[in-house]
């Protein structure tokens, strides 16, 4: 660590961690060893995960819970072994509580879908209200939106301050008597912004609204308690996390997942068959329709595995530290933005800026050229961007494997753009 880092408390072993990533010794332009600043779009693959997805195909490759054989069985075992490491991961009460889906669209648009489908008191109908924010990634907007249109229930969200922070204070009209559910994210994948769960979720109980949180952003990042956050519903992807593409995670209350409709049909999710009428496996196998993502599963047990040796709160820990450290250096830098929280305080590790009227794009495309990986454009969150009057931002985005050293690298390639338009 240089002098100028030595302030910096918390930081976890980068030097030993960031071996156990092969893609970060990579290195482009001729050499240039990559500076990789976009988690917040995916995660990079320890070898441990590699190596589990490797023995998987290698050895125990078959489909899950229909096979007598030694291979059958071991491929089951894998699979639910991975349901209870995510259930002890999120500290959720019952393994039947995790539904495996492809990633936490697929996980958002399943709520929208069983309350659309549901009989009362959980059905979304033209005489109900749906409540969200502006700052939500897509994937949290358009399954509402089509519930909407659906069933002619009105959508209704909280806005944003100056500062990129939920404007809460018309909470008692946006959330009322008759809202159904409360979907929000915990922290926000363009802003950074980390949102006032408990005052959300007080309000949504005090109408009988269900609460769905998209955790999409902190659950690589932080600890996740889906019992101390009270929510009905909690979403989150496996490949933000150190997992493989292709597997997400939906939490749900045991009581709801009973009481609530699938949203898919076929293969394993049944009990019984007929022509005339089916009934359905008990949860959450009622709700994974069909063969599952069985590989990306012990992928993602390996991950949270991974992840858990290390200790969410030491991953907590060195993440404030770097984005502290990263949000004091961007400001440094002549005619930069950022858009969202100017601290380090309730904030995620996701930064987004705009630099003079240089576009995103630009910024992006020089950054690359000196090795450095960030993010352009709106993020899949276009109405933050509309809000703050922009069109586009460049996001650079750390996680576990993150240093000092690369914000310092992305400070200087940031006044290498400058130079570079004059």
Wanted: aromatic share 6%.
């Amino acid at each position: 660590m240089t002098s100028a880092h030595q302030g910096l408390t918390g930081l976890l072993d980068t030097e030993a961690i960031r071996k156990d990533f092969p893609l970060l010794d990579r290195t482009v332009h001729d050499g240039k060893k990559i500076v990789y600043l976009d988690s917040a779009a995916t995660s990079q693959k320890p070898r441990q995960v590699l190596d589990a997805l490797n023995a998987y195909y290698e050895r125990h490759n078959a489909n899950v819970h229909r096979g007598v054989y030694t291979v059958a069985e071991e491929a089951t075992a894998l699979y639910e072994g991975a349901r209870d490491k995510v259930a002890a991961f999120i500290n959720a009460p019952s393994r039947n509580e995790v539904i495996f889906t492809k990633n936490a669209s697929e996980s958002l648009n399943l709520v929208a879908n069983m309350l659309g489908w549901a009989e009362e008191p959980y059905r979304v109908d033209h005489e109900t209200e749906i409540a969200i924010t502006e700052m939500e990634h897509h994937s949290n907007i358009v399954p509402w939106q089509l519930l909407s249109q659906r069933t002619g229930a009105k959508l209704k969200w909280f806005g944003l301050t100056d500062d990129g922070r939920l404007d809460l204070s018309n909470i008692d009209e946006v959330i009322t008597e008759k809202t159904k559910i409360v979907s929000f994210t915990l922290v926000s994948n363009l802003l950074g912004t980390q949102n006032p769960v408990e005052t959300i979720v007080r309000r949504a109980q005090e109408v009988g609204a269900l609460v769905c949180i998209d955790a999409s952003q902190a659950a690589p990042h932080q600890v996740l308690d889906v019992q101390a956050l009270q929510a009905d519903f909690v979403a989150f992807t496996g490949h933000k996390m150190c997992a493989p593409t292709g597997i997400g995670v939906l939490w749900g209350r045991q009581e709801l997942l009973e009481d609530l409709p699938p949203f898919l049909g076929g293969g394993e999710m049944i009990e019984t068959v007929s022509m005339h009428s089916s009934t359905y496996a008990p949860a959450p196998h009622k709700f994974e329709a069909g063969t599952p993502p069985i590989a990306q599963a012990v992928g993602l047990g390996a991950a949270v595995d991974y992840l858990s040796a290390i200790g969410m709160e030491n991953i907590a820990r060195h993440e404030h530290a770097i984005t502290e450290y990263a949000v004091r250096r961007l400001q440094e830098v002549p005619d930069l933005r950022i858009i969202g929280p100017t601290t380090a305080e309730d904030r995620g590790a996701a930064i987004s800026f705009t630099l003079g009227d240089i576009h995103p794009h630009d910024v992006g495309q020089v950054l690359d050229e000196q090795g450095i990986a960030v993010r352009v454009g709106h993020h899949c969150a276009r109405p933050v961007c509309l809000r703050y009057g922009i069109p586009a931002t460049t996001r650079a985005s750390f996680y576990l494997y993150s240093t000092p050293a690369e914000v310092d690298a992305l400070v200087e390639g940031l006044e290498h753009v400058r130079n570079f338009f004059g």
